[in-house]
């Protein structure tokens, strides 16, 4: 099962509120989200579910044909995570994979290497670029760690992984990495080849005169730790 936490995107992308009013936020949320469903989508080959009260959200699911988990309370992905998560495991879910709804770059590649590298009992952990977030996380079981999102999620996630004694592999894969939270991830968008909807936008806002840092390979090795 893919889980998509996504909070109400009318109050979107707070962090890029001195160079983009709230509406243009929630378009950028809009178009970042609905790339990241096309993606879901186009691999297919896994039930996918929206954690989420949003209306642009639950009319995405909707046209999709995703399950929605609602989540009224639209407190924190954390928190919306940690209820599916309670969720999926009464519904007998072998594995879930966590993935946001602002990596716009993913492909439905992106999502089939971290299935193959996929340990029967244990973990998957995509960090952020700059290594500080988690930008995809896969458990079997279900509950084999708990989750806690933020700026410096990922070696928490990391150490939680270790301590419960099964194979946790490392992927850096350089469309996942990218989120967008700042100046800088929107140039990168950007200037990143690719016609998603929110790289046009991005575009079509002024962003993308060049990279601001490298991106490097689109994969980078697998790290497998085992105890």
Known sequence: MIL???????????????VLDQSIRTDLAHAMLAD???AVAAYGREDASLVTSDPFALEQAAQLGCD????EANISETNAIEMATQI??????PRTLVIPGDIPLIEAEDLAMIFEHAP?????LVPSRDKR??????????????????????????QAAIATNTVCVVLSLARIGLDVD??????????FPGTKRAQELARKLGFGGGMTGSFGSREAPVTAVEQ
């Open 182 to 191: 700042n100046v800088e991830d929107l140039e990168n968008l950007s200037a």
């Open 68 to 71: 929605v988990i609602g989540d």
């Open 133 to 158: 977030g988690t930008n995809a996380a896969l458990r079997a079981p279900v509950n084999l760690l708990p989750l806690r999102f933020g700026n410096d999620s990922f070696q928490p996630h990391f």
């Open 88 to 93: 999926c495991a009464a519904r007998g879910v």
């Open 36 to 38: 990241v469903l096309q």
């Open 120 to 124: 029967a009992c244990g973990s998957v």
């Open 4 to 18: 998509i936490p996504v909070k109400n995107l009318s109050n979107a992308k707070q962090r890029l509120s001195k």
